[in-house]
């Protein structure tokens, strides 16, 4: 079976600040895809990255960057220079291969960030 | 930019009453979703969907619930005697396939059972 850990609940910056949230990974399948979901206080969720597991090439999106690491099964997320709107809860999900079209979520990392 | 939409936004029934929940996925995906989210916890998966059929469902989506594909946009989910446990945020996605694809999610619907 999959499962995400995501180990921090809840992170507090201050604006500007950079910060990152973990996301470590378990499965036994060499083919999987990762995500993560931004869930602002509105509730819906929102996709912000895809990797599947043959790309290991880190990702810079603005002030967002992803580090996808296979050997610590980690798939990191870090916000640079943090802003109030980045305040929201974080979901980092996987999907195998093998194991059906269903993503399995952590329990998503709370981030709170202060002005 | 196509997105999912979702009705109602929010709804409040009571123990023992059917509810359906509405879903239009985008429109040029064929995979359909459910996933529920109780207040504070992790997501979890409900169900999937293609070519008018379940194609995978959790331990969750027992005899109480069933989806519909009822024409060729809308996608519900019915809920046939909603418990308390019931309440939570429920969140329709589709993907275009499903192997590389990414699933969107819609904006959820918030069911209360009272």
């Known amino acids: 079976a999959q499962k995400v850990t995501q180990a921090q609940t809840e992170i507090s910056v201050v604006e500007k600040e950079d910060v990152t949230l973990d996301c470590v990974y378990e499965t036994r399948d060499t083919t999987y895809y990762l995500f993560w979901y931004k869930q602002p206080p509105s509730g819906e969720l929102v996709f912000l990255i895809r990797?599947?597991?043959?790309?290991?090439q880190n990702e810079i999106s603005g002030r967002y960057s992803w580090n996808f690491q296979k050997s610590t099964s980690s798939f990191n997320f870090t916000i640079t220079a943090s802003q109030v709107v980045d305040s929201a809860v974080y979901f980092c999900?996987?999907?195998?291969?093998?194991?059906?079209?269903?993503?399995?979520f952590g329990g998503g990392t709370r981030l709170m960030v202060k002005p | 930019e196509p997105e999912v939409t979702q009705t109602p936004s929010h709804q409040v029934t009571q123990m023992g009453q059917e509810v359906i929940l509405r879903c239009v996925p985008i429109?040029?995906?064929?995979?359909f979703y459910w996933y529920r989210q109780i207040l504070g916890q992790k997501v979890e998966f409900l169900v999937s969907?293609?070519?008018?059929?379940?194609?995978?469902k959790s331990e969750i989506f027992d005899d109480q619930f069933s989806v519909e594909r009822p024409d060729g946009s809308n996608f519900t989910l019915k809920i046939r005697s909603t418990k308390l446990e019931d309440s939570a945020m429920y969140f329709c996605a589709s993907s275009f396939r499903t192997s590389v694809e990414t699933q969107y999610f819609g904006p959820g619907t918030r069911l209360l059972v009272l």
């Open positions: 990797r599947n597991s043959f790309d290991e």
């Open positions: 429109s040029n995906h064929l995979y």
């Open positions: 999900a996987l999907r195998v291969n093998n194991a059906g079209n269903m993503l399995t």
């Open positions: 969907f293609y070519n008018n059929e379940i194609s995978e």
